[in-house]
């Protein structure tokens, strides 16, 4: 999920430049989507992590 908004967010930037701003009050923001991204992404690399952990060890 955090990969797809990440592309998302990513993709609507580079695709509309003028259209999407990081701090925009009025309109949508880029940088809700990484922020959605960063949010959901760290249950899933501290599951990683803590595997990496216990096969490593």
């Known amino acids: ?13 580079s695709a509309y ?17 990484l922020v959605l991204a960063g949010a959901l992404s760290a249950p899933l690399l501290l599951h990683a992590g803590a595997e990496a952990y216990y096969r490593l060890r």
């Open 17 to 33: 430049p003028d259209a999407y701003y990081a701090f925009d009050p009025g309109g949508t923001q880029v940088g809700e989507f």
């Open 1 to 13: 999920m955090g990969v797809a908004s990440a592309g998302t967010a990513v993709w609507l930037a």
